[in-house]
């Protein structure tokens, strides 16, 4: 029950971009269709905003993308906005268990 | 989407027990997977439970095993985690999230345990 590895912070200027990475490995993200990633602003709920890699939940702004390569993925947010500073998790299917594993959060500051 | 209410938390010893409680407002709850997903102060996310939509197939996290139990009520639309035994590395809030392949799509407020003498 490893966690993903993500980089633990992040900054930008508005209107720029930045990309956060998770990793994981050939029995997680490496062979499953099923990562997603969350955004939490400071003292809130966690709050799904990408699911299957690269598919926006419903009504999130089209500034926000997912990829993936090999055991890595991606979350590059465009355009950055004052309102994007928050934390974000990604999470994966575990792969040797049908349970759900999460990185450890990278926190995007928008300066 | 189904709207989570959560109810329970509070402090307790070393050692105690406590309920956290989940109520959806959804009909499909009885079709979803759940899960139990913890926070402590300051880190990251955590994986604690999942049950399937009948119940009858649970999983958790090793560290919890033996001590935490998730239920549902289907007919009460409700999920539940009863936590024995616990200890201060349990201290967190608790949310209780619906699954669906792997991907939490929808949250309770979430609930603080505090385990502490």
């Known amino acids: 029950q490893s966690a993903l590895t993500q980089t633990a912070s992040v900054s930008g200027s508005p209107g720029q971009s930045i990309t956060i990475s998770c990793t994981g490995t050939?029995?997680?993200?490496?062979?499953?269709?099923?990562v997603s990633w969350y955004q939490q602003h400071a003292g809130k709920v966690p709050k799904l905003i990408i699911s299957e890699v690269s598919n926006r939940h419903s009504g999130l702004s089209s500034r926000f993308s997912g990829s993936k390569s090999g055991n890595t993925a991606s979350l590059t947010i465009s355009g950055l906005q004052t309102e994007d500073e928050a934390d974000y998790y990604c999470s994966s299917y575990a792969g040797t268990g049908n349970y759900v594993i999460f990185g450890g959060g990278t926190r995007l500051t928008v300066l | 989407e189904m709207k989570l209410v959560q109810s329970g938390g509070g402090l307790v010893q070393p050692g105690g027990s406590l309920r956290l409680s989940c109520k959806a407002d959804d009909f499909t709850f009885g079709h979803s997977w759940m899960s139990w997903v913890r926070q402590a102060s300051g880190k990251g996310l955590e994986w604690v439970a999942k049950t399937n939509p009948l119940g009858s197939e649970k999983l958790y996290l090793d560290s919890v095993k033996g001590r935490f139990t998730i239920s549902r009520d289907n007919a009460e639309n409700s999920l539940y985690l009863d936590m024995d035994s616990l200890r201060a590395e349990d201290t967190a809030v608790y949310y209780c999230?619906?699954?669906?392949?792997?991907?939490?799509?929808?949250w309770g407020q979430g609930a603080l345990v505090t385990v502490s003498s």
């Open positions: 050939s029995s997680d993200i490496g062979a499953s269709k099923y």
């Open positions: 999230a619906s699954e669906f392949y792997w991907c939490l799509d929808n």
